[in-house]
T-cell receptor
Framework: EAGVTQFPSHSVIEKGQTVTLRCDPISGHDNLYWYRRVMGKEIKFLLHFVKESKQDESGMPNNRFLAERTGGTYSTLKVQPAELEDSGVYFC???????????FGQGTRLTVV | DQQVKQNSPSLSVQEGRISILNCDYTNSMFDYFLWYKKYPAEGPTFLISISSIKDKNEDGRFTVFLNKSAKHLSLHIVPSQPGDSAVYFCAASPHSRSNDYKLSFGAGTTVTVRA
């Protein structure tokens, strides 16, 4: 069974540019989460999809961040325009509908210069 | 406001000895706790969990202890092996009370097992 896959693994962009991160969850997992780790600190929750619906987006930093989950399958996280403080590692995780154990992808390291 | 805290950023232990990692939380709504292990350039991988109805859960070399009154949990690794060298994250969620599965993480503890 394939795990959670994230693309790209690294991205370096200039301030003001747009970046789109992609996450392919484990097949059959209804729950999809986005998390971010900044500067070696704690991993912080961004948002939670149940299938294609946003269940909780309380962790989204501001309206420069837009997440979508087309058809309840893969998800994208767009940052537009990117700022320096957006740099960090963005993790995607997925789990079964009533599952308590979330499986994480390898993360996308975003560097805004 | 950080609701899960791991106050020891690093831990060094000799191979074969016990590693003890600590975690404190502040949110009384948390009722499910997990430990994740992370190697460089990889995502966190689930290690072990415990529900608030228990005070201990064991899986091979890994045991998690929960002290609800103190809002404290710990992870014991016995015996420690070189492959255990990684960053360990404590995480918590209030899922059974609010149907909320999102995780609140600590900042992690880097464990180094010396040969």
């Amino acid at each position: 069974e394939a795990g959670v896959t994230q693309f790209p693994s690294h991205s370096v962009i200039e301030k003001g540019q747009t970046v789109t991160l992609r996450c392919d969850p484990i097949s059959g997992h209804d729950n999809l989460y986005w998390y971010r780790r900044v500067m070696g600190k704690e991993i912080k929750f961004l948002l939670h999809f149940v299938k294609e619906s946003k269940q909780d987006e309380s962790g989204m930093p501001n309206n420069r961040f837009l997440a979508e989950r087309t058809g309840g399958t893969y998800s994208t996280l767009k940052v537009q325009p990117a700022e320096l403080e957006d740099s960090g590692v963005y993790f995607c995780a997925s789990s079964h509908r009533w599952g308590t154990e979330a499986f994480f992808g390898q993360g996308t390291r975003l560097t805004v210069v | 406001d950080q609701q899960v805290k791991q106050n020891s950023p690093s831990l060094s232990v000799q191979e074969g000895r016990i590693s003890i990692l600590n975690c404190d939380y502040t949110n009384s709504m948390f009722d499910y706790f997990l430990w994740y292990k992370k190697y460089p350039a990889e995502g966190p991988t689930f290690l072990i969990s415990i529900s608030s109805i228990k005070d201990k859960n064991e899986d091979g070399r890994f045991t998690v202890f929960l002290n609800k009154s103190a809002k404290h949990l710990s992870l014991h690794i016995v015996p420690s092996q070189p492959g255990d060298s990684a960053v360990y994250f404590c995480a918590a969620s209030p899922h059974s009370r609010s149907n909320d599965y999102k995780l609140s993480f600590g900042a992690g503890t880097t464990v180094t097992v010396r040969a």
